[in-house]
Nanobody, 124 residues
Framework: QVQLVESGGRLVQAGGSLRLSCAAS????????MGWIRQAPGKEREVVAA?????????YYTDSVKGRFTISRDNAQNTVYLQMNSLQPEDTAVYYC????????????????WGQGTQVTVSS
């Protein structure tokens, strides 16, 4: 069982930046691929970014965030981050931290473990 706790979500103006953090309660964090999935009101869930297990050499970004968001991981701290720059109102959503053994499970939208979510609101 892996518990995930997100932090960092808040209200920010368009053009601003935020860094989301997700702390994982597991002794084998390096064995898990990690990702961020968001859901905006009235919209379907969207896989925002994902990073492969171990050294995180493989990353994935949905097209709308490429060049603006960066996912990274710190295996020593059992933490995954999402650096979000040039935020736009359409980035407003609840952001969920997720984990699975395989990155493909996350990019396919069906990760095994989910956090409780953190709200990101971008004002215009």
């Amino acid at each position: 069982q892996v518990q995930l706790v997100e932090s960092g979500g808040r209200l920010v103006q368009a053009g601003g930046s935020l860094r989301l953090s997700c702390a994982a309660s597991t002794h084998s964090f390096y064995n898990y691929a990690m990702g961020w999935i968001r859901q905006a009101p009235g919209k379907e869930r969207e896989v925002v970014a994902a990073i492969s297990r171990s050294d995180g050499i493989t990353t994935y970004y949905t097209d709308s965030v490429k060049g603006r968001f960066t996912i990274s991981r710190d295996n020593a701290q059992n933490t995954v981050y999402l650096q979000m720059n040039s935020l736009q109102p359409e980035d407003t959503a609840v952001y969920y931290c997720t984990a699975s053994v395989y990155i493909g499970t996350i990019t396919g939208g069906s990760p095994i473990y989910w956090g409780q979510g953190t709200q990101v609101t971008v004002s215009s």
